[in-house]
């Protein structure tokens, strides 16, 4: 027998994991990367906002908090899916990465 | 050196565990090769042997070999993820390059200002278009022109490509964070 969905959903990161991301992100290593690469400061509420729906979905069982967690984290993959690619992705690695090196093709068998 | 890379660079550690996961785990024996190269390369990727050779003649210190394996191992990753047309297409010559300069940390604010390559606002964009025009001119006879029209025609799809760190790990403490990441991505996944 299936036990319910809540019971089994856990935040996709531990939560503490949001609060170092959240410190990291402020940090001034990081507002300086950030400005040497995109020529502005990063945004970083988000991952305090993340923390306390974690704690929230932890202390609470909020559905709120879930939804918003998880609102906020399909946004970050989006984000990172967000260009066009260059090249056709492979369904299958090549065939002769592990090939020993004085076979260069496939033999016939 | 190479085996204290492999062992302890969190940038090494996550390439070496995504491309396992890509079904092209990496040996050591077969997969690296250290020879003598002439000028001053310090590695590259050979897709038809599938090796990464790295210049043992140019590299001396770990923190060089730390940049060089990630380097040469995001090629590899590229190759094992994606139908990379390397020799054919200066399209995908062009990305990999990107990517490669993007990610390693070859354009470290550090690394550029030991070049004497100061600059602060984006200069790190503008770091990766250098290295990858530099990268595509060493192994293709083809005019600066047509290289930089290549490089602009795929820079920006190519730069905010960031597999398999999620994020452009700029230093040690990006790259731990995104390792810690990517052993956590089933759980990730599966609560999305």
């Known amino acids: ?5 809540e019971s089994r959903w856990r935040p996709p990161r531990v939560c503490e994991d949001y609060w170092t991301e959240f410190r990291h992100c402020k940090s001034l290593r990081n507002r300086f990367h ?3 690469t995109y020529g502005a400061m990063p945004s970083c509420q988000q991952w305090n906002e993340d923390h306390n729906n974690c704690k929230q979905w932890e202390m609470h069982r ?9 609102k906020s984290e399909r946004n970050r993959v989006a984000e990172q899916k967000n260009f066009t690619p260059v090249w056709q992705l492979r369904q299958e690695p090549p065939r002769d990465w592990h090939m020993p090196l004085n076979q260069e093709k496939p033999q016939d068998s | 050196m190479l085996h204290f890379a492999m062992e302890t660079s969190p940038y090494a550690k996550l390439l070496l565990g995504a491309m396992k996961n890509s079904g092209c785990k990496v040996f050591k024996e077969r997969h690296f090769s250290c020879e003598d190269c002439s000028g001053t390369v310090s590695g590259g990727f050979d897709a038809a042997s599938s090796q990464i050779v790295l210049c043992q003649n140019n590299i001396h210190q770990q923190s060089h070999m730390n940049r060089v394996v990630t380097h040469e191992l995001i090629h590899s990753f590229d190759h094992c993820r994606a139908h990379v047309d390397w020799f054919n297409n200066l399209r995908h010559l062009a990305c990999s390059e990107i990517r490669a300069a993007n990610l390693s940390g070859d354009c470290s604010f550090i690394n550029e200002v030991s070049r004497l390559n100061f600059g ?22 083809i005019s600066r022109e047509e290289a930089e029209k290549i490089v602009d025609e795929v820079f920006d799809s190519c730069f905010n490509d960031h597999a398999p760190f999620g994020r452009i790990p700029h230093s040690k403490e990006d790259a731990k964070f995104a390792y810690r990441d990517y052993m956590n991505k089933d759980r990730y996944y599966a609560n999305l």
Do not use: T
């Not at chain 2, 602060?120 to 006879?141: N, Y």
């Open chain 1, 1 to 5: 027998m299936d036990r319910p969905e």
């Open chain 1, 62 to 70: 909020s559905p709120e908090a879930k939804e918003a967690l998880q």
């Open chain 2, 120 to 141: 602060l606002k984006e200069h790190h964009q503008e770091c990766v278009r250098g290295r990858a025009l530099r990268s595509i001119l060493a192994v293709r006879k």
């Open chain 1, 34 to 36: 950030h400005y040497y």
